[in-house]
Every structure is written in structure tokens, then in C-alpha cells.
């Protein structure tokens, strides 16, 4: 199974023991995790911003990487979701071929779908790392 974690995933993942840190473990092990360079730009801009990206974020974030299969956004024919700044994780889903993309963006959540691409809570994704 291919999946792709949006940034508010892997920055609650990065920033504080919880759930999406044990969702994002457990994929880690059990799927092909894909990721796009704005992706991970924003994530670190995101833990910098937040004074988040200290000597263990980043080396966090480095193992992540190294597990990620990276992908270059595909242009996508037209705006595909309400808030523009999300299409570019649409569109990394896209490139990745991605099975599943794993949000907390109620903006992505609300398609629950794009292109066959189910788009899932961290929550209904563990459930179907479960099933």
C-alpha cells in the first residue's frame, strides 16, 4: 500500500508522542511512504516557524526521508480542492500514486477522494492498517 502523510501528519508526528506518531510508525513498517520536496519544505519550514527543528527533528526527519520514495507534483488539470495551497499535496498524492493520503485538513478531508485516491483521517487510516 502506497500513502503519503500531509505536513500536519508528520508535524504532530515529529513534535509530540500520540497518535499520529504511532500511525506514522506503524505505516513506516507496513507501507511504501511517498513524499515531494515542498512537501518536506514545509514541513521543516513549519517545525523551524514553530522552533520545532532541533538536533532530533531533524534527525527525524532524515530516517523519515530515507524511508520516503520521493516524487516530483503532478500539474494538476484544474484547482482541485477549496484551499489552493493544498493541491500541491493532491498533486504529490498523485505523482506517488498514492493508495491512501493521510490529512487532518478538513479542506482535503472533505473530498474523501481524488483520482481513487482515498483520503483519510489518521484515525480511519489506522483502522485500515488494522483491518
Known amino acids: 500500500m502506497r500513502v503519503l502523510f500531509d505536513t500536519n501528519v508528520l508535524f ?57 520514495e520521493f516524487v516530483v507534483p503532478a500539474a494538476l488539470s484544474a484547482p482541485a480542492c477549496r484551499d489552493p495551497d493544498d493541491d500541491v499535496v493532491l498533486a504529490t498524492a498523485l505523482s506517488g500514486r498514492a493508495d491512501n493520503l493521510v490529512t487532518g485538513d478538513d479542506d482535503l478531508l472533505t473530498l474523501a477522494r481524488y483520482h481513487g485516491i482515498r483520503i483519510l483521517s489518521p484515525r480511519e487510516f489506522w483502522e485500515v492498517l488494522a483491518a
Open 12 to 68: 504532530a508526528a515529529f513534535t509530540a508522542k500520540g497518535f499520529c506518531e504511532d500511525v506514522a510508525d506503524e505505516a513506516a513498517g507496513a507501507c511504501l511512504l511517498v513524499w515531494s520536496l515542498p512537501l518536506r519544505e514545509e514541513l521543516e519550514g513549519s517545525l523551524q516557524r514553530n522552533n520545532k527543528l532541533g538536533p532530533g527533528a531533524w534527525a527525524a526527519l532524515a530516517a523519515y526521508a530515507q524511508l520516503c
